[in-house]
């Protein structure tokens, strides 16, 4: 897989919703919190895990794999880099509330 291969689904994991609302609970928390907590923001947890391990994004503090479910118990940090790309993703959020809808420009040309 090529550089841009990886970019590019590195892009589209970080467009998903729950991948930001997961970052997203782990930064409220301190930057960690309990699998029994973050499995609770995404229906489908172990593989935005995985992928989010996978990229650099979060770590899991009882080592190992994520090829099985881990404890409850088990902690989930963010790295340096994840909560990089989490202030980077929370500053576009809030710069895009700030933008006028698309549609309503579109009808304002017309």
Do not use: N
């Amino acid at each position: 897989m090529g550089d841009h291969d990886h970019v590019d689904e590195t892009l589209a994991l970080l467009a998903r919703l729950d991948a930001y609302e997961l970052l997203s609970a782990l930064h409220a928390r301190g930057g960690m919190a309990p699998f029994s907590q973050v499995c609770t923001r995404a229906e489908d947890s172990m593989p935005l895990l995985r992928s989010m391990a996978a990229c650099g994004f979060i770590t899991c503090h009882r080592g190992g794999t994520l090829d099985v479910e881990p404890s409850p118990e088990a902690q989930f940090c963010l790295t340096t880099k994840g909560e990089a790309v989490f202030g980077h993703l929370s500053r576009l959020r809030q710069w895009l509330t700030t933008q006028p809808d698309a549609a309503d420009d579109r009808r304002r040309v017309r």
